[in-house]
């Protein structure tokens, strides 16, 4: 399946839905296909638009899907609409769910030692299916070829990477085809969410388009990165003021 994209500030979007996304990631898994997908906020985008290299990193993915209502009303406005939000967290669940119900081979690297494995045992005991083929935290030398080696002898179905912004999808970007399989996504914070360190929104709020505000509110530490959301708005309105 083949998507059109939709550009917000040159990043490419997918115009897919949640559904079709799983559709698709099930058929790279099933064909061992590398893949690799970015879920893009306006943090993402905004901070692409400030550093070239991480611009160029994100348009190396296979897919770059809408984990963002932002994203959605931007595309919205600019008269290029999206479908619909794929959550990146939301998305990693489905993912845990196809492992779940089909043996499928997951590595889980990233994030502190103690939630690295909180997260690990929450997957074993929710998706005891799935096979968890390795853990790994986030604290290692990115120069140590030892990793990678590791990761590519486990040969993983699905490959989560919890280094945070721009240093997940760097990694990923430079080892997916060493390893030559799997469908690789950076998860930011979700091992946190795993591990039951930090609680997702309520369904409500996350109705609301919400979510953004009870993350800030639960985590003020995040005020400085919540900034991007209105350099975003402003960007996008002048973008559609001036024109394409």
């Known amino acids: 399946m083949s998507f059109q ?5 040159g990043v490419p979007f997918v115009r897919a839905t949640m559904d079709e996304m799983m559709s698709v990631i099930h058929a790279h898994v099933k064909q061992q296909k590398p ?3 970015v879920t893009a906020n306006p943090e993402i985008v905004m901070k692409a638009n400030e550093e070239p290299t991480y611009m160029a990193t994100i348009q190396q993915a296979d897919y770059v899907v809408a984990d963002g209502i932002g994203v959605v009303k931007a595309a919205e406005w600019l008269g290029t609409p999206l479908p619909e939000r794929v959550a990146g967290y939301d998305m990693l669940c489905r993912c845990l769910r196809m492992a779940d119900e089909h043996q499928y081979r997951v590595y889980m690297i990233g994030a502190k030692e103690e939630v690295v494995q909180a997260a690990a045992k929450h997957v074993r005991d929710r998706y005891p299916n799935a096979r968890l083929v390795g853990v790994r935290n986030g604290y290692f030398d990115w120069n140590d070829e030892t990793i990678i080696e590791e990761v590519k002898r486990a040969e993983p179905d699905f490959v989560f990477v919890a280094l945070g912004m721009g240093k997940q999808e760097q990694w990923i970007s430079q080892h997916i085809q060493t390893v030559g399989r799997g469908v690789w996504m950076g998860v930011g914070g979700s091992f946190d ?3 039951g360190v930090v609680k997702r929104a309520p369904e409500l709020w996350i109705r609301l388009h919400l979510e953004w505000l009870y993350r800030l509110l639960k985590q003020p530490t995040r005020a400085k ?4 959301l209105p350099r975003f708005a402003w960007t996008i309105l002048k973008q559609k003021v ?3």
């Open 193 to 195: 969410v795993l591990a």
């Open 5 to 9: 994209t939709v550009h917000i500030l």
């Open 35 to 37: 893949c690799f997908i």
């Open 225 to 228: 990165r919540m900034l991007a």
């Open 242 to 244: 001036v024109g394409k």
